[in-house]
């Protein structure tokens, strides 16, 4: 069969379907207006979805696949001006109005969102939320849409449904509320889901366990599901087919197997290759995609990547490539399959050379610093945390404060740092490890345990000490235009700690420019405001400033979790190159586990306020040796699509337990694999007796009475 | 649930109490009782002022903690005090209350419900003509000073509606009810109706353009929220879905607000009192810190105290029906 893609109805002109297809979007244009011009979001987007099928659909914030979904949805707002088609089954849905539109939400269409947190009415009961999408579309009594809400609750994996379906959206967690909004979705047994980046704003254990649970609801209902997400990793496991979006529009489709191992699109070859790899031992070059997405008003002619991209020739600042098949004479794939397509004027090359990120992209791989070349044992400490305790009382009431327990946010944590290498410290949300730093950074007395920086304990230290440390230790935030005072200009923001230390001020300027010079930025940005520059950029100039005092330890929180993959390569690389450069120490807090195998030297996985294991990075990786580590490095999914497609996960179940009430002993039994193997007398010690990290070989502890290496990955 | 609600008390109680303290004490040192009878004539003898300042509590040669314990004690054992024309306060609060309640309570549940209602229907309809009308007028009416409202309202009646529809309900803009009147209590609550309706038109035309402000702001922040979308996503139309889902989400930050400003509307009220010739709370608040007396004002922030206590523990309530949020405890 053949399909022209894709299909231009300026007019609204009716275009034959294609047979068979579920959902079917042609030539979809999306506009909306705004203050400084009509901004256009999709800028034709076509494909079609056969019953059962996953696609799905890869793009960084802004290139217009959430906007797409909406419009299939017709969930809008009603200043969005589109065109094009949208067929569902056959029949056109593009003009129909709020009352036939909403016949075939959640009955033939649903839709799961990206945060759970918001995405569910916070005043009524999750079963009468759910009853109530039962009821909409069918003709049952109010006890019978209870009963089938439970049963989808239990679908879903909700332990106790029947009980938990009166409890309201605040009782459950993330997760949890995640399979609320699945079970919502499958109520009507519809026939195409669209899922808008459901597990982005999870835990990555979390995450495992609701593709899971997606992957549960495809089997029951059939539907076919588009995947929305910026995560190439999820899709590989996935998805069937993969359409990569940029500027508002498809730039590559194909089978998962074609995008991940046959890239032929510049933007899609450097969006894997800025990927770090969980699963090699081999550190790989990464190659970062400079610059930033177009703004989608008043968008040029040409190719919307051709600003960032290194192949680009004259033509391509002319003329918009079309999204051609990738091999001439190439046979679309089996049912609906229009094959592999890639717009790029050069996709022809890259196919016959073979050419890969590598080739494409500038890519560079920084070394260690000289200082690391010795022995860890002989380089000295710049960091030393032992048995550091952190609690805090949990209060309540306005008037009458009292204390109604106590959170165990950190609970007696050892690891140190030497000269010339990064620790990274993982974890998921409430692990602790925000607590860890934050109890460092402030170089107070700790509750319990000691921290000492550069050889000086920060119990007992005065005023004057404290400054003084604070010159060797910076830290870089998450967030980099929280941390940036949005009033001065980047000169001034540089300059801020040198004049705290009484560095005179023909110096200042000349350190001003050399710190940016550092960070990739040129002088001419000295003058220019927070606001003028991207998240990358921004990020760069919060670590410029970290560096102004040429500090020897530098705590990293997050500091590219907040940026766009293709950005965020950029600035690990910078981060890299740095520390060899000017033998920096980090201590690199970040729950993604592809960036630390890439970064650090050394890792600590904690859970609830306790190191579960420690070690060198390959070690605990490839052999890891606690329960949860191996549950952590598996839910992880690989960009990978042969190697997810073979793994077996280890899916944790549950949630993690209440800080302020960790369960007796070890505090991973309530969710521990291992633990519910065990015969009982073995049991009883995990029970009774907190394990401690004990040491499975050189530089590597884990705290697990039966700890047994496992390869996951 | 009950246990919260008994903590709440025992908060506000609390918080009654300091109020009250710090009002009795900011009113006995900077009102001064003993100016009331030097000023007479003949100047009555030092030694008999004395004697009358210290029957009354009101001597401020007796230090203020002692005065104030004294006032508290008997106020425990029910005994609010006496006028300055030596009549007990309490008496004459009983009736006054019922005045300002009948005023306040019709005032501020209309008030209320008509500005939610607006609130809403601007929100919806956000930057058409109707949203633009109604910001306007509830800005014009915000920055009316109550008392040129009032005296507007009396205008307006005197002029137009009594004398050009005169088969209607004739408007009376002084007092509660015609003194002399008799008749069938259907006669009477006529009449009565017929008083009420300019000075609780005057508390509700404030209290409208106040609510529809915050109501047209929640409601609009309801309006972009994801739950919003996912009812819709089920299959509800939109309108279905502000209704069941937004409304009662939005109507969660009203409840506090109404509560309190209910409690506050007493201040408010007295310039509506005064000028409707109403003998309520607020006109006696204003008159006896004319005449310097003491006890009179602190039993009027007793009363205010006392209400907004009462309006909180309503807000909490009507918060905890409206929010399962705040419910486990
Ligand atoms: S069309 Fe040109 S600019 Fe665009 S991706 Fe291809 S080579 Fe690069
Ligand atoms: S100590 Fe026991 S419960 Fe804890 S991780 Fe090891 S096996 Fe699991």
Request: hydrophobic fraction near 40%; charged fraction near 20%.
């Given at each position: 069969m053949t399909l022209d893609l894709p299909a231009e109805t300026p007019t609204g002109r009716v275009v034959p379907g294609t047979p068979g297809a579920v959902l079917e979007v042609r030539g979809l244009t999306v506009s909306f207006p705004s203050e400084s011009g009509t901004v256009t979001a999709v800028r034709g987007v076509s494909f079609a979805l056969s019953p059962g099928e996953v696609l799905g659909i890869v793009g960084e914030s802004g290139s217009g696949k959430s906007v797409s979904s909406l419009a299939v949805m017709g969930l809008l707002p009603s200043t969005a001006r589109i065109s094009g088609s949208i067929r569902f089954q056959g029949k056109e849905l593009l003009g129909l109005g709020d009352r036939e539109f909403s016949e075939l939400r959640g009955e033939g269409m649903s839709m799961v969102f990206q945060d759970p947190l918001s995405a569910l009415t916070p005043v009524y009961t999750v079963g009468d939320q759910i009853a109530e999408a039962v009821r909409i579309h069918r003709d049952v009594g109010k006890d019978e849409a209870k009963r089938k809400a439970v049963e989808l609750l239990e679908l879903v994996g909700i332990p106790n449904a029947k009980e938990r379906s009166r409890a309201f959206p605040h009782e459950f967690s993330g997760g949890m509320r995640q399979r609320v909004m699945i079970a919502m979705a499958i109520a009507n047994d519809p026939d195409v889901i669209i899922a808008d980046e459901p597990t982005t704003a999870l835990d990555v254990t979390v995450q495992a366990q609701i593709l899971e649970v997606l992957g549960t609801a495809q089997e029951a209902t059939g539907a076919a599901i588009v995947m929305i997400t910026h995560d190439l990793g999820v899709i590989a496991g996935f998805a069937d087919r993969v359409m990569v979006m940029y500027a508002g529009r498809p730039v590559e489709t194909g089978t998962v197997d074609d995008i991940f191992y046959r890239p032929r699109m510049p933007y899609t070859l450097g969006l894997l290759g800025s990927l770090p790899r969980l699963d090699r031992a081999e550190r790989q070059p990464l190659t970062p995609v400079d610059g930033n997405p177009p703004s989608l008003v008043d968008l040029p002619p040409g190719c919307p990547f051709a600003p960032r991209c290194p192949m680009r020739l004259s033509v391509c600042l002319e003329l918009e490539p079309d999204l051609d098949p990738v091999r001439s004479g190439d046979t679309p794939g089996p049912g609906l399959h229009p094959g592999h397509r890639a717009a790029c004027h050069r996709h022809r090359e890259i196919?016959?050379?073979?050419?890969?990120?590598?080739d494409v992209f500038p890519a560079q791989l920084a070394g260690e610093p000289p200082v690391a070349r010795r022995p860890r044992e002989s380089r000295t400490a710049v960091l030393d945390v032992e048995g550091l305790v952190r609690r805090f009382p949990l209060t309540r009431g306005a008037?009458?404060?009292?204390?109604?327990g106590t959170v165990h946010a950190v609970d007696g944590i050892t690891f140190d740092i030497r000269e010339g290498e990064t620790l990274a410290?993982?974890?998921e949300s409430g692990c602790g490890k925000t607590t860890t730093i934050n109890e460092i950074l402030t170089l107070a007395r700790p509750q319990e345990g000691r921290v000492a920086v550069l050889g000086r304990e920060t119990t007992g230290l005065d005023r004057g000490g404290r400054r003084e440390i604070r010159r060797d230790l910076s830290v870089v935030f998450q967030d980099p235009m929280a941390s940036l005072d949005p009033r001065l200009p980047v000169a001034d923001i540089l300059a801020e700690g040198l004049k705290t230390y009484g560095v005179p001020r023909e110096k200042?300027?000349?350190?001003?420019?050399?710190?940016?010079?550092?960070?990739?930025?040129?002088?001419?940005?000295?003058?220019?405001?927070?606001?003028?520059?991207?998240?990358?950029?921004r990020q760069r100039i919060c670590i410029a400033r970290a560096l102004a005092l040429e500090p020897k330890l530098v705590v990293l929180d997050e500091p590219v979790s907040a940026l766009d993959v293709s950005i965020r390569a950029g600035v690990i690389n910078l981060l890299e190159q740095l520390r060899e450069k000017l033998s920096l120490s980090y201590l690199f807090v970040a729950h993604d586990l592809s960036v630390v195998r890439h970064i650090a030297n050394r890792v600590a996985v904690m859970y609830l306020g306790r190191i579960v294991e420690i070690g060198d990075v390959n070690k605990v990786f490839e052999t890891p040796a606690h329960p949860y580590t191996q549950a952590l490095l598996s839910a992880i999914p690989l960009p990978d699509p042969r190697k997810e497609r073979e793994r077996r996960r280890v899916v944790l179940e549950g949630d993690l337990p209440s800080p302020a009430d960790p369960p007796s002993g070890c505090r991973f039994r309530t969710r521990c694999p291992l633990f519910a193997t065990l015969a009982p007398d073995k049991a009883q010690?995990?029970?009774?007796?907190e394990p401690a990290v004990a040491s499975q070989g050189p530089d590597h502890g884990a705290a697990c009475h039966y700890a047994e290496v496992k390869t996951v990955l | 649930m009950l246990k919260f609600l008994l903590r709440r008390f025992a908060n506000y109680l609390v918080l009654v109490a300091l109020a009250t303290t710090m009002g009795y004490f900011l009113a006995a040192t900077s009102l001064n009782a003993r100016a009331n009878y030097e000023g007479r004539n003949p100047r009555p003898s030092q030694t008999s002022i004395d004697a009358k300042l210290n029957e009354l509590n009101l001597n401020n040669h007796t230090p203020v903690v002692k005065r104030f314990t004294r006032w508290a004690g008997d106020f425990v054992r029910g005994d609010m005090g006496k006028t300055f024309d030596e009549r007990p306060v309490w008496g004459e609060m009983k009736q006054r209350m019922g005045v300002s309640l009948r005023l306040l309570l019709l005032g501020s549940l209309f008030g209320a419900a008509l500005g939610v209602a607006m609130g809403v229907i601007g929100a919806v309809k956000q930057y058409s003509f109707t949203d633009h009308f109604t910001t306007a007028w509830a800005f014009v009416l915000l920055s009316t000073p109550v008392f040129l409202l009032a005296v507007l309202l009396k205008f307006g009646a005197v002029k137009y509606w009594n004398a050009h529809v005169p088969d209607s309900v004739h408007l009376y803009y002084v007092g509660e009810k015609n003194p002399g009147l008799t008749g069938t209590s259907f006669v009477l609550l006529r009449d009565r109706i017929a008083h009420l309706i300019l000075p609780t038109l005057g508390i509700v035309l404030g209290q409208v353009a106040f609510y529809s402000r915050y109501q047209r702001n929640s409601f609009l922040d309801v309006m972009g929220s994801d739950f919003l979308r996912t009812a819709q996503a089920k299959g509800l139309r939109r309108r279905t879905a502000l209704i069941k889902h937004g409304l009662r989400t939005a109507l969660i930050p009203m409840a506090t607000f109404f509560a309190y400003s209910f409690g506050l509307l007493l201040t408010g009220a007295t310039f509506t009192e005064?000028?409707?010739?109403?003998?309520g709370m607020g006109e006696w608040f204003i008159d006896s810190i004319a005449k310097n007396d003491i006890n009179v004002v602190a039993a009027v922030i007793v009363f205010s105290a006392v209400l907004i206590l009462i309006a909180g523990l309503i807000a909490d309530l009507l918060y905890a029906a409206l929010d399962p949020r705040v419910r486990i405890r």
């Amino acid at each position: 069969m053949t399909l022209d893609l894709p299909a231009e109805t300026p007019t609204g002109r009716v275009v034959p379907g294609t047979p068979g297809a579920v959902l079917e979007v042609r030539g979809l244009t999306v506009s909306f207006p705004s203050e400084s011009g009509t901004v256009t979001a999709v800028r034709g987007v076509s494909f079609a979805l056969s019953p059962g099928e996953v696609l799905g659909i890869v793009g960084e914030s802004g290139s217009g696949k959430s906007v797409s979904s909406l419009a299939v949805m017709g969930l809008l707002p009603s200043t969005a001006r589109i065109s094009g088609s949208i067929r569902f089954q056959g029949k056109e849905l593009l003009g129909l109005g709020d009352r036939e539109f909403s016949e075939l939400r959640g009955e033939g269409m649903s839709m799961v969102f990206q945060d759970p947190l918001s995405a569910l009415t916070p005043v009524y009961t999750v079963g009468d939320q759910i009853a109530e999408a039962v009821r909409i579309h069918r003709d049952v009594g109010k006890d019978e849409a209870k009963r089938k809400a439970v049963e989808l609750l239990e679908l879903v994996g909700i332990p106790n449904a029947k009980e938990r379906s009166r409890a309201f959206p605040h009782e459950f967690s993330g997760g949890m509320r995640q399979r609320v909004m699945i079970a919502m979705a499958i109520a009507n047994d519809p026939d195409v889901i669209i899922a808008d980046e459901p597990t982005t704003a999870l835990d990555v254990t979390v995450q495992a366990q609701i593709l899971e649970v997606l992957g549960t609801a495809q089997e029951a209902t059939g539907a076919a599901i588009v995947m929305i997400t910026h995560d190439l990793g999820v899709i590989a496991g996935f998805a069937d087919r993969v359409m990569v979006m940029y500027a508002g529009r498809p730039v590559e489709t194909g089978t998962v197997d074609d995008i991940f191992y046959r890239p032929r699109m510049p933007y899609t070859l450097g969006l894997l290759g800025s990927l770090p790899r969980l699963d090699r031992a081999e550190r790989q070059p990464l190659t970062p995609v400079d610059g930033n997405p177009p703004s989608l008003v008043d968008l040029p002619p040409g190719c919307p990547f051709a600003p960032r991209c290194p192949m680009r020739l004259s033509v391509c600042l002319e003329l918009e490539p079309d999204l051609d098949p990738v091999r001439s004479g190439d046979t679309p794939g089996p049912g609906l399959h229009p094959g592999h397509r890639a717009a790029c004027h050069r996709h022809r090359e890259i196919e016959e050379q073979g050419l890969t990120a590598t080739d494409v992209f500038p890519a560079q791989l920084a070394g260690e610093p000289p200082v690391a070349r010795r022995p860890r044992e002989s380089r000295t400490a710049v960091l030393d945390v032992e048995g550091l305790v952190r609690r805090f009382p949990l209060t309540r009431g306005a008037v009458f404060r009292r204390t109604v327990g106590t959170v165990h946010a950190v609970d007696g944590i050892t690891f140190d740092i030497r000269e010339g290498e990064t620790l990274a410290l993982v974890g998921e949300s409430g692990c602790g490890k925000t607590t860890t730093i934050n109890e460092i950074l402030t170089l107070a007395r700790p509750q319990e345990g000691r921290v000492a920086v550069l050889g000086r304990e920060t119990t007992g230290l005065d005023r004057g000490g404290r400054r003084e440390i604070r010159r060797d230790l910076s830290v870089v935030f998450q967030d980099p235009m929280a941390s940036l005072d949005p009033r001065l200009p980047v000169a001034d923001i540089l300059a801020e700690g040198l004049k705290t230390y009484g560095v005179p001020r023909e110096k200042r300027a000349a350190r001003v420019r050399e710190l940016l010079r550092l960070v990739g930025l040129g002088p001419e940005h000295a003058s220019r405001y927070p606001a003028e520059f991207s998240g990358g950029q921004r990020q760069r100039i919060c670590i410029a400033r970290a560096l102004a005092l040429e500090p020897k330890l530098v705590v990293l929180d997050e500091p590219v979790s907040a940026l766009d993959v293709s950005i965020r390569a950029g600035v690990i690389n910078l981060l890299e190159q740095l520390r060899e450069k000017l033998s920096l120490s980090y201590l690199f807090v970040a729950h993604d586990l592809s960036v630390v195998r890439h970064i650090a030297n050394r890792v600590a996985v904690m859970y609830l306020g306790r190191i579960v294991e420690i070690g060198d990075v390959n070690k605990v990786f490839e052999t890891p040796a606690h329960p949860y580590t191996q549950a952590l490095l598996s839910a992880i999914p690989l960009p990978d699509p042969r190697k997810e497609r073979e793994r077996r996960r280890v899916v944790l179940e549950g949630d993690l337990p209440s800080p302020a009430d960790p369960p007796s002993g070890c505090r991973f039994r309530t969710r521990c694999p291992l633990f519910a193997t065990l015969a009982p007398d073995k049991a009883q010690r995990c029970i009774d007796e907190e394990p401690a990290v004990a040491s499975q070989g050189p530089d590597h502890g884990a705290a697990c009475h039966y700890a047994e290496v496992k390869t996951v990955l | 649930m009950l246990k919260f609600l008994l903590r709440r008390f025992a908060n506000y109680l609390v918080l009654v109490a300091l109020a009250t303290t710090m009002g009795y004490f900011l009113a006995a040192t900077s009102l001064n009782a003993r100016a009331n009878y030097e000023g007479r004539n003949p100047r009555p003898s030092q030694t008999s002022i004395d004697a009358k300042l210290n029957e009354l509590n009101l001597n401020n040669h007796t230090p203020v903690v002692k005065r104030f314990t004294r006032w508290a004690g008997d106020f425990v054992r029910g005994d609010m005090g006496k006028t300055f024309d030596e009549r007990p306060v309490w008496g004459e609060m009983k009736q006054r209350m019922g005045v300002s309640l009948r005023l306040l309570l019709l005032g501020s549940l209309f008030g209320a419900a008509l500005g939610v209602a607006m609130g809403v229907i601007g929100a919806v309809k956000q930057y058409s003509f109707t949203d633009h009308f109604t910001t306007a007028w509830a800005f014009v009416l915000l920055s009316t000073p109550v008392f040129l409202l009032a005296v507007l309202l009396k205008f307006g009646a005197v002029k137009y509606w009594n004398a050009h529809v005169p088969d209607s309900v004739h408007l009376y803009y002084v007092g509660e009810k015609n003194p002399g009147l008799t008749g069938t209590s259907f006669v009477l609550l006529r009449d009565r109706i017929a008083h009420l309706i300019l000075p609780t038109l005057g508390i509700v035309l404030g209290q409208v353009a106040f609510y529809s402000r915050y109501q047209r702001n929640s409601f609009l922040d309801v309006m972009g929220s994801d739950f919003l979308r996912t009812a819709q996503a089920k299959g509800l139309r939109r309108r279905t879905a502000l209704i069941k889902h937004g409304l009662r989400t939005a109507l969660i930050p009203m409840a506090t607000f109404f509560a309190y400003s209910f409690g506050l509307l007493l201040t408010g009220a007295t310039f509506t009192e005064k000028i409707f010739g109403w003998h309520g709370m607020g006109e006696w608040f204003i008159d006896s810190i004319a005449k310097n007396d003491i006890n009179v004002v602190a039993a009027v922030i007793v009363f205010s105290a006392v209400l907004i206590l009462i309006a909180g523990l309503i807000a909490d309530l009507l918060y905890a029906a409206l929010d399962p949020r705040v419910r486990i405890r």
